[in-house]
Nanobody, 127 residues
Framework: QVQLVESGGGLVQDGGSLRLSCVAS????????MGWFRQAPGKEREFVTAISRSGRGTAYADSVKGRFTISRDNAKNTVYLQMNSLKPEDTAVYYCAAHSTDYSSTYSARGRDYDYWGQGTQVTVSS
């Protein structure tokens, strides 16, 4: 069982930055690929970014490529999402998720592949 707790959300102006953190419980964090997803009001949950167990493999949605950066610190059981040049359309609840995999270099953009989810943190970007 893995518990995920996100933090770092808030209200920011158009063009601003935020860094989200997601801390995982347990001693097996390095066995999980991690992902960030988001859900805006009235919309379906969508993939944002993912990172492999090793941290060497990453993927980004086209909408955030070049603005967002995912990273992880396995010693701290934490995955980060640095969000720069935020836009009002980035407003959503952001969720981190853990995907159990035997492969250190893989990751997934599919929500159904993830085994554990955090409770979410609200990000609001004002225009």
């Amino acid at each position: 069982q893995v518990q995920l707790v996100e933090s770092g959300g808030g209200l920011v102006q158009d063009g601003g930055s935020l860094r989200l953190s997601c801390v995982a419980s347990g001693r097996t964090f390095s066995r999980y690929a991690m992902g960030w997803f988001r859900q805006a009001p009235g919309k379906e949950r969508e993939f944002v970014t993912a990172i492999s167990r090793s941290g060497r493999g990453t993927a980004y949605a086209d909408s955030v490529k070049g603005r967002f950066t995912i990273s992880r610190d396995n010693a701290k059981n934490t995955v980060y999402l640095q969000m720069n040049s935020l836009k009002p359309e980035d407003t959503a609840v952001y969720y981190c998720a853990a995907h159990s995999t035997d492969y250190s270099s893989t990751y997934s953009a599919r929500g159904r592949d993830y085994d554990y989810w955090g409770q979410g943190t609200q990000v609001t970007v004002s225009s």
